[in-house]
Nanobody, 123 residues
Framework: QVMLVESGGGSVKAGESLQLSCAYSGSFFMMAWFRQVPPKPREGVAVIYTNLPTRYYADSVKGRFTISRDNAENVIHLTMNDLKPEDTAMYYC???????????????????WGQGTQVTVSS
């Protein structure tokens, strides 16, 4: 049974840092972090591939966020530095079995989703 469990969200001030973690079971082609502030659509933030060195980052987070994985622990992380109020959102971990076209942020390419963890950044 596939499981994706996020942790690490919270409330911080602008300029501070947070690290999100997603513990997972299963084997995937790629994994990602998305975020959403309703009623806006879910936005792809960062993507990491299992067997490729390529990473994807949304323009809004380049240079501030880093996606990484711990293969021994089956965990992916999203390290978020210099957080801004506009980073406030529910953050979701997602996993794709087969991948998809570039940029790898088409929601339909992701088969499994976590429940989400809230990140709130105050000014």
């Amino acid at each position: 049974q596939v499981m994706l469990v996020e942790s690490g969200g919270g409330s911080v001030k602008a300029g501070e840092s947070l690290q999100l973690s997603c513990a997972y079971s299963g084997s995937f082609f790629m994994m990602a972090w998305f975020r959403q502030v309703p009623p806006k659509p879910r936005e792809g933030v960062a993507v990491i591939y299992t067997n490729l060195p390529t990473r994807y980052y949304a323009d809004s987070v380049k240079g501030r966020f880093t996606i990484s994985r711990d293969n021994a622990e089956n965990v992916i992380h999203l390290t978020m530095n210099d957080l801004k109020p506009e980073d406030t959102a529910m953050y979701y971990c997602a996993a794709s079995t087969n991948g998809g076209a570039w940029p790898p942020v088409d929601l339909d390419d992701y088969d499994f989703w976590g429940q989400g963890t809230q990140v709130t950044v105050s000014s």
